[in-house]
Each structure stands twice: as C-alpha cells, then as structure tokens.
C-alpha cells in the first residue's frame, strides 16, 4: 500500500473534499488525525474509517484561524502517533459572495483569514515540525480551478485561491533540500454538500456545470482523495511545487 506506515493530517475532513480524502488515504493504509472546527464531524468520520480500518483515524477538533489552534493540532498529531510525514491543508471557505463592488471588507477579510491565512498559519507550524524530525515529507495544499480561471461572483475566494497557488510555488523552492515536498491539487466542481445544496436551488446550474467538464459530470471527493495519496506518497518523489487540477478536463474546455 502506497501510504504503509505514514502518518497524515487532513484539515477540514468532517465533510466534503476532506472526509473524502482522509478516507482514501486511510485505504492505502496510512494513519489519519482529522481535524475540522466540527468536532462530531470530525469524530464521525475518524469512526467510519476506524469501522473499515480499525485503530487508522483519530481526531481532533480546532479552527485554523488561530495560531495557537494549529501547534496543538500539530502536538496532538505527534503524540498519538509519534511522528506526521503527509499533510494535506484543505480547509478553506468563501465567506462573501456577489459583485466585487458590493464586498465589504469584513468579507474579504473573512475569505482571506480561512482560504489563505489559516493555510499560511498552518504551513509556517507544519514545515518547523517537518524539519525537526528531518525525514522525507510531503504537503498537498488543496486550491481551486477559480485560481487558475477566476470566479464571476466569488472573486475574492478566487484572488486567494491564487495566493495559495503562489505560496505553494515559493514554499516548495525554500524547504525542497529539507526532504519536503510542496504541491497544490485545484479540484473542479464536487460532489460535496455545498454543491449538492446549490444545486437544489439553481438546477440549470448543476446541467451548466457538468458540461462544462470535458467528462459531462462532476467529480467525487474521493478522485480528489486519490491524487493526494498519490501526491503524498513516496511514489510522487520527483514531483514539488505543482499545481494540478483535477475537473474532468473543464479547465481546458
Ligand atoms: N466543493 C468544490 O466543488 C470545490 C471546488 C474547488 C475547490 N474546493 C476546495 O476544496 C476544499 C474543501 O471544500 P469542500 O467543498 O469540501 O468544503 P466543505 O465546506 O464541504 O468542508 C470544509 C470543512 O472545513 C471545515 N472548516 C471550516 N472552517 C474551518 C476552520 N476555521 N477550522 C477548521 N476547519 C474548518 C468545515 O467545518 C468543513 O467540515 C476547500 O479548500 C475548497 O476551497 C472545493
């Protein structure tokens, strides 16, 4: 199994993207705390994969705005597993939406605090950590396609997804001779409840967007879940500082 005795962290994993991907990288046998500001969440997810995977998941419950926050989720990590080599940094959210002209700044500043500082905040703890123990280690940023296209309507989650992207892109260059590899994921549209809840409110939108994906659907967490496996395992070994979509191919369409 390609994760075999290594210790990953998924942020925001209570649901969506993030169950999806702890859940994948539990199935290539590593060990995964799953930490969300949720913490029942957290722990139903940690339950179904202890379910099929018995003693694989812990969890742990924290909001990644707060620096404090994050260097216990990075403690609790190290003592009950002893040692963390994957981490994928995935939580993140839009707190606005409308015309660019109609945002105020609590908004953009609220985007920007989860979607890009929390993820900074986690990264600046993460690599101290990482080089401490001084072995190979791998981090999966999760961002968007929005980055790459931009986002009618939600520009500011879009402008921060693009920060994520460049972060990544200087993260990996400073810590690439400590072992660490750095890589983005920009997922397309998924099946996630966020999703499923637009959908129930705008149907044409739901049609518009799985024609938009050169598959003619949308995707499911778990595809995410299979590139960050992949990603975090030895056998991405040459590969740092990418940002790869995953979406059906609607990046090209
Ligand atoms: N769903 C999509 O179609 C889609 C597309 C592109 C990118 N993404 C990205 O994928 C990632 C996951 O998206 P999703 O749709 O699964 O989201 P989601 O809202 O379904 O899940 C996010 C999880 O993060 C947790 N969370 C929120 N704020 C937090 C905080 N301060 N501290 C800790 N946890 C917190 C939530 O409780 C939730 O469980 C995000 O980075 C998102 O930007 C999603």
């Known amino acids: 199994m390609e994760l075999e005795n290594k210790v990953s962290l998924v942020t925001g994993a209570g649901q969506g993207i993030g169950e999806g991907i ?3 990288l ?9 930490v969300d500001l949720n913490g029942s969440s957290a722990e139903r997810v940690a339950n179904e994969i202890n379910t099929l995977f018995p003693k694989c998941a812990s969890f742990y419950e924290a909001d ?15 003592t009950t597993y002893a040692k963390l080599d994957c981490i994928c940094n995935n939580a993140a959210a839009s707190k ?16 920007l605090d989860l979607t890009f500082t929390s993820l900074w905040k986690c990264l600046q ?51 690439a001779r400590n072992g660490i590899r750095v890589n983005a ?4 549209t998924i099946n996630t409840p966020g999703v499923r809840q637009y959908f129930e409110a705008e149907p044409k ?6 024609k938009s994906s050169l598959l003619r659907r949308i995707g499911e967490p778990e595809e995410i879940g299979e590139l960050v496996s992949f990603l975090l395992s030895d056998r ?11 979406d059906g191919g609607s990046s090209i369409n």
């Open 96 to 111: 606005g939406l409308g015309p660019v002209e109609n945002y105020s700044l609590e908004e953009v500043q609220a985007t």
């Open 125 to 175: 703890i993460e690599i101290k950590t990482l080089k401490e123990q001084s072995v190979s280690s791998s981090i999966v940023n999760i961002s968007s396609n929005s980055a790459i296209r931009g986002y009618a309507f939600n520009s500011i989650y879009a402008a921060s997804k693009a920060a994520v992207n460049n972060l990544t892109q200087s993260v990996a260059k400073e810590v």
């Open 236 to 246: 991405s070994s040459f590969i740092t500082g990418q940002v790869i979509s995953v």
């Open 64 to 78: 990644l705005t707060d620096s404090k926050a994050i260097q216990s989720m990075i403690e609790t990590t190290l």
């Open 26 to 34: 539990a199935s290539h046998g590593s060990k995964v705390m799953i």
């Open 185 to 188: 994921i920009s997922p397309g």
């Open 22 to 24: 702890a859940k994948v």
């Open 205 to 210: 939108a739901k049609d518009m967007l799985e």
